[in-house]
């Protein structure tokens, strides 16, 4: 699966800092402030805590995280972690250096904003009865950044770094209350790519995704998809796409691509056998699409994951 970046700042000069473990810069605004943190050289349990709900994620290098009641974790860039307010990160950083520094930015968010966005969710654009209500959920803290929470992130980052005047303040908030959906809809994606088979007896978006995961081969009619979940195909098109962030067509899509990286990685098969055997009809769509999905065409993107 593709990781979206976050851009990085500007490395600062060591000289200009005030310590070489976790150096803050903090920008606030009226609804979050956001922090940089910047690491010059290793360290080991290095504390960290806020006292808002937090969004951070990996900008370069490398951390090993250790949270509470959890296994510990390597953290990496194009990953994300949210905190609740007061929880505490014991922090490694075994490969940081003067020419390898790690940064990490930390979003803390104002707990009005949160609740504004989601009481405005569930009144005005709630879930099918059956989906459960817009919430998020603390227990899926470790996340890979997707193209649509990367980019709420980073329109943060640069309005920071370049809007003035008192607009910025309004545009903080705007974009910050789309990344709260982006992450409740990221999310989503997760616990139905874990549990679908288990859910899918009693959750009709469960019994449509393990639809189309039993199907990707073959062509996919969205009116029957949309029976699976007992809805109208409308209906459906639209409480999907704000569940999961994408269309059923897109969600497809992605599915059909990570199929063919499943296959690129473990077989010999030729591009064009894996270009039908997921699903896709014209073999220079395919190529296309793996290119826009992945960053690079299927022989590249197989002899850089198998070399």
Same mark, same amino acid.
């Given at each position: ?97 003067? *020419? /390898?520094?790690?940064?990490?930015? $930390?979003?803390?968010?104002? !707990?009005?904003? %949160?609740?504004? &966005? #989601?009481?405005? *969710? /569930?009144?005005?654009?709630?879930? $099918?009865?059956?989906?459960? !209500?817009?919430? %998020?959920?603390? &227990? #899926?803290?470790? *996340? ?5 929470? $990367? ?157």
């Amino acid at each position: 699966m593709r990781k979206y970046l976050i851009e990085r700042f500007p490395t600062h000069d060591e000289r200009s800092l005030f310590t070489l473990v976790e150096n803050r810069t903090a920008y606030s605004y009226e609804t979050c402030e956001l922090n940089l943190f910047e690491t010059h050289e290793q360290a080991e349990n290095v504390h960290l805590t806020f006292d808002h709900f937090v969004l951070t994620s990996m900008l370069s290098g490398k951390k090993v995280m250790k949270l509470p009641q959890r296994a510990s974790f390597e953290y990496l860039p194009g990953e994300s972690v949210i905190l609740p307010p007061g929880e505490m990160m014991n922090i490694d950083f075994p490969e940081a250096r003067k *020419l /390898n520094p790690t940064q990490c930015i $930390a979003l803390t968010i104002s !707990d009005e904003v %949160i609740k504004k &966005t #989601i009481d405005m *969710l /569930n009144e005005y654009h709630p879930k $099918a009865s059956s989906w459960g !209500d817009w919430q %998020i959920d603390p &227990t #899926i803290f470790h *996340l890979t950044n997707n193209l649509e929470l $990367a980019d709420t992130v980073n329109r943060i980052v640069r309005i920071t770094k370049s809007e003035q005047g008192k607009a910025k303040d309004m545009m903080v908030e705007l974009t910050l209350r789309e990344m709260v959906i982006r992450l409740m809809q990221t999310q989503a994606r997760v616990i139905f790519e874990s549990s679908y088979s288990v859910l899918s007896a009693s959750h009709p978006l469960a019994a449509a995704i393990r639809f189309i995961k039993s199907n990707l081969r073959n062509k996919i009619d969205l009116s029957r998809l949309a029976n699976q979940a007992c809805m109208s195909r409308a209906s459906f098109f639209k409480k999907f796409k704000e569940t999961m962030g994408v269309s059923p067509a897109q969600y497809i899509l992605k599915e059909r691509i990570k199929l063919a990286c499943h296959h690129l990685s473990t077989s010999d098969m030729s591009i064009t056998e894996v270009c039908f055997a997921c699903g896709f009809e014209n073999l220079s769509h395919f190529v296309t699409t793996f290119k826009s999905e992945e960053g690079m065409t299927p022989g590249s993107w197989r002899l850089h994951e198998t070399k």
